[in-house]
């Protein structure tokens, strides 16, 4: 008699659960949802395709072996491209390290009853939501506090993309160790392995592809920043390569936005041009994530 209850119990559930789903307002929600998407992605790929258009006459070698010029013809992003990567290698050797030993220090060994634990991680969270111009401004203080003249620096723009990130790196890190199951630890543990080497040899190998999706997706937000850099004085004209942490540096975003600012309509190609170039590093980098995602995501 209980079971012929819990059935039609659990029918006339789902009854009206699909009735809700198909109700007026639902309906209508839906439909404006598909309306607005569509509305976004048409503007998009407008903004693409036209981008492209203009850009296109200067997808050539010049592009990629040139350095800035008053004349557009001979100008070139070269000093723009290796400083992004530059910038960006220097980002990932700082903030991955660190984001990940965040990670696993919140994740699997801090005593999560305790109200410090509770904030760090509220904060945390707090700070991935957080304008990138204010990571720039940080930076600024700290490089200000520690006397430094001289901020126009890779390190210095490294360290404040590597604060933009950092939450981004912790967050992703500690859902890749929350996705591998328990029993994987307590079979570790009972077979007489130390937490931190049931860490190091289990656990952390298990969610390596979650952790190497969310760092390339962070750098990929970071490649294409300029606010931050701009606040720490990123030259917007650079006639030599970097060579160094040390050295001088500008970047593709950077470089984008002083030819958008020229009078002149070829600066503007140049500009669409350069933006074509960043939009496909962009891209490559989210590829590889989903490539990684994909080819090493294990299903337990």
């Known amino acids: 008699m209980s079971i012929a209850t819990d059935l039609r119990l659990s029918r006339s559930l789902d009854t009206s659960a699909r009735s809700g789903e198909r109700s007026p307002k639902a309906m209508v929600f839906l439909v404006l949802l598909w309306v607005t998407m569509f509305i976004a992605m048409t503007v998009l790929l407008v903004l693409i395709v036209t981008t492209f258009i203009e850009g296109a006459p200067r997808l050539d070698l010049r592009l990629f072996t040139e350095y800035p010029s008053s004349t557009p013809a001979r100008a070139g992003a070269r000093p723009a491209i290796l400083g992004s990567i530059w ?76 604060l933009l990130i950092l939450p981004v790196i912790i967050i992703a890190t500690r859902e890749a160790l929350r996705s591998v199951p328990a029993e994987i630890r307590e079979a570790s543990l009972a077979l007489g392995a130390t937490p931190l080497q049931t860490m190091w040899k289990q656990t952390l190998p298990s969610a390596v592809p979650g952790i190497a999706t969310g760092a390339i997706l962070a750098l990929s937000r970071a490649f294409g920043e300029a606010a931050p850099l701009l606040l720490l004085g990123g030259l917007v004209f650079v006639s030599y390569d970097p060579n160094g942490l040390l050295s001088g540096y500008t970047t593709l975003p950077i470089q984008i936005f002083n030819w958008t600012g020229r009078p002149q309509e070829e600066f503007r190609v140049l500009a669409a041009a350069a933006s074509i170039l960043l939009l496909v590093l962009l891209l490559a980098m989210n590829a590889l994530a989903i490539y990684i995602r994909n080819h090493y995501q294990r299903r337990w």
């Open 87 to 162: 910038v960006i290698c220097t980002t990932a050797v700082l903030a991955i390290p660190l984001g990940v030993a965040a990670a696993v220090q919140l994740e699997e060994f801090a005593d999560k009853t305790k109200r410090i634990n509770h904030l760090i991680e509220l904060n945390v969270q707090n700070l991935a939501a957080i304008p990138s111009v204010v990571y720039g401004l940080l930076a600024l203080a700290m490089l200000t506090l520690l006397r430094v003249q001289n901020k126009n620096l890779v390190i210095a723009g490294a360290t404040a993309l590597s």
